[in-house]
């Protein structure tokens, strides 16, 4: 049923009908209203037997959930920002004990100075954590994204957290029109969660036990181990989504124009706008393609080299950056391809803090690189010059 | 032992495996144990030598209290109430410093939760650093006795008012000096629906610099004395109080352990003392320790 909802609506809607079991969470802007029409729907009785748990703190929300799904509940939570990194420790310890939790991410950028607008720095200042990063370009995506995450999540291949990304308030508060998902095409979908171990006195089991440097380092591999299957368990459920909802969303990454020399790489809700610019571009004649990332983690590495394989020139829109070196989306992307492209790379980080990223914009970067007026490197984009004044 | 093994690695004569297993089996290993980073992590859950016999989760140092939480949930979600009860069993150091936020959470929101406090006064497992449940005049790593301070300046935090002002069903004191009432208290605490809290001082031997041989002396000192009176807590009303019949000065607590041995030669150890004795006619003064001679 297609409806004009808000982003955060989608989200929420979309969980219920995944049918968790505990959902805890901690407000921040732009996440609150996907965890106030969570607690909505519980209020109203709508979430079944589901437990809603008002925490203390993003810290405790996270250590809740590590409980519950030790203990073989569905979860889910919502968080950005601060809130994400107040929850890194527990996050860093749920992969490690390979907890399917499912948490979407309104992505926010990282105080100081403090902003509630939208960069990607809070997710991409995890992403060494084992957790699968996906990053949607509209709130359809956003809502899609939902039972598939779970289906990953709690593939017995996989055993990992699930993180979905979805840009605050440019996704969360834009009104758009959404297919809202049916129970039952959900609930045939994502059979209830048959956890692969969970605390039972039944059969006593010890989680999260110390391990000693003789057996430590099976368990990081046994980890990077999952990420690699998570990929193709990942294809397979995206695959099962397009048929089952007649939406493809494509695989770890879609390439628009293949055939191109110039490639935009970007992630979330900018690619939709780039869309239309690059179409604008190759009207004016320059050979132009965009590839969006979906999957950051694990890495599309081999859809990358594929994908640049002839190119001449890669811009990359990174919105965060790794403070002394460069955007990390860029980082990745160039030791991915390393050996496999000659491609000069362009690295820009932009719209870090909300800042407005227009059309024309984004059309002078792709242009200016085109027309040989940029050099390969890094640069921020859509900043004022200015002076550092230290007193 | 069925529920705590003795596969173990704790020093000979710590308290932890004594408070651990008498509460497992004071009921029935009908328990899920939820455990914060500390010395009795390290000693029971080293992979492939797990010394628990029932379910058992560590996350982090600082957090038991909301995996507990979630566990709970999680039965109440899944109508598995019926399984067990969750126990937290978490250091002084987890409970009163960097774990209150979640703890205070827990409690907060009444979660169906016995939370067992081990407290043996310092952090242990990194090596007898000073926390807030440190009593004063201890010298620890972190507050050590030299030529100016005589050990911690300050107080032992008062957790259990802590737990008290929550509003939970049940707050109580224990000591591993004796096991009876360990065993009491917790098949008690677990009648009533909504948070727990036992705090069980726990002799530490390395730490306190104690031989093992009178770890369970020296813990009885410490209720005799008056310095850690043994209490219980129904509804935000004091219930119980165990008594004292001839309260003993506390340097006979002080004096047999190395903690404390700086206080008999320190510049200001009198003092020290003294104030320690102040605390112990406090505890006796506020919770009627002293059996009175008729
Ligand atoms: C966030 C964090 N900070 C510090 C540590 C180091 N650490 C581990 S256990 C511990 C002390 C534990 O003290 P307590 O809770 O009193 O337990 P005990 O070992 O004394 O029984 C410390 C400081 C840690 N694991 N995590
Ligand atoms: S260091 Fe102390 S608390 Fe830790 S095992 Fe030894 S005696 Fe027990
Ligand atoms: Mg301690």
Known sequence: ?391 | MKYFGSGHGACPGCGLPIAVKTVLNALDGKVFAVNSTGCLEIISSQYGKNAWGVPYIHSLFENAAGVAAGVEAALRAMKRKDEGYVVVFAGDGATADIGIGTLSGAFDRNHDILYICLDNEAYQNTGHQQSGLTPPGESTTTTPAGKVLPGKVGRKKDMLSIAVAHGIPYVASSSVGYVSDIRRKVKKAVKFEGAKYIQIHSPCVTGWGIDGSIAIKVARLAVETGLYPLVEYEYGKLTSVRKIKDRKPVEEYLKLQRRFRHLFTHEKGKEMIKLLQRFADENAERYGLDLKKE
């Open chain 1, 1 to 391: 049923m297609k409806k004009v909802v808000r982003g955060f609506y989608s989200v929420a809607y979309s969980v219920k009908l995944c049918r968790p079991n505990v959902i805890c969470a901690y407000p921040i802007t732009p996440q609150t209203e996907i965890v106030e029409n969570l607690a909505a729907m519980y209020a109203n009785g709508e979430l079944g037997e589901a437990e809603y748990i008002t925490a203390e703190s993003e810290f405790g929300a996270a250590s809740i959930l590590v409980g519950a799904s030790a203990a073989g509940a569905r979860v889910f939570t919502a968080t950005c920002s601060q809130g994400l990194i107040l929850m890194s420790e527990v996050l860093f310890n749920a992969a490690g004990m390979r907890l399917p939790i499912v948490l979407v991410n309104t992505n926010r950028a990282l105080s100081a100075p403090l902003s509630i607008w939208n960069d990607h720095q809070d997710s991409m200042a995890m992403r060494d954590a084992g957790i699968m990063q996906v990053y949607v370009e509209n709130n359809q995506e956003a809502h899609d994204m939902i039972p598939q995450a779970y289906k990953v999540a709690e593939n017995k291949k996989v055993l990992l957290p699930f993180m979905v990304c979805m840009d605050g308030y440019k996704l969360t508060h834009a009104y758009e029109p959404v297919d809202l998902l049916e129970q039952e095409m959900v609930d045939s979908f994502l059979p209830p969660y048959e956890p692969a171990a969970y605390m039972t006195t039944k059969k006593p089991l010890a989680f999260g036990c110390y391990a000693p440097p003789h057996i430590y380092m099976e368990f990081r591999v046994a980890m990077q181990q999952a990420m690699e299957r998570a990929k193709d368990v990942m294809l397979d459920v995206f695959k099962e989504w397009a048929e089952v909802s007649g939406r493809d969303w494509g695989g770890h990454i879609t390439v628009d124009f293949p055939d191109s020399k110039i490639f935009v790489v970007a992630m979330g809700s900018v690619v939709g706008l780039l869309r239309k610019v690059v179409e604008e571009l190759r009207n004016e004649g320059l050979s132009v393609g965009l590839i969006k990332i979906r999957t950051f983690r694990p890495f599309p590495v081999e859809e990358m080299r594929e994908a640049l394989k002839d190119a001449e020139k890669v811009i990359v829109l990174d919105r965060s950056v790794s403070f002394g070196y460069e955007g990390p989306v860029s980082i990745e992307l160039k030791s991915a391809i390393y050996g496999y492209s000659s491609a000069e790379i362009y690295s820009f980080a932009v719209g870090l803090g909300g800042r407005d990223m227009p059309k024309d914009f984004l059309a002078k970067i792709i242009r200016d690189v085109g027309e040989g007026k940029e050099k390969p490197g890094f640069a921020f984009k859509g900043y004022q010059e200015f002076e550092e004044v230290i007193p």
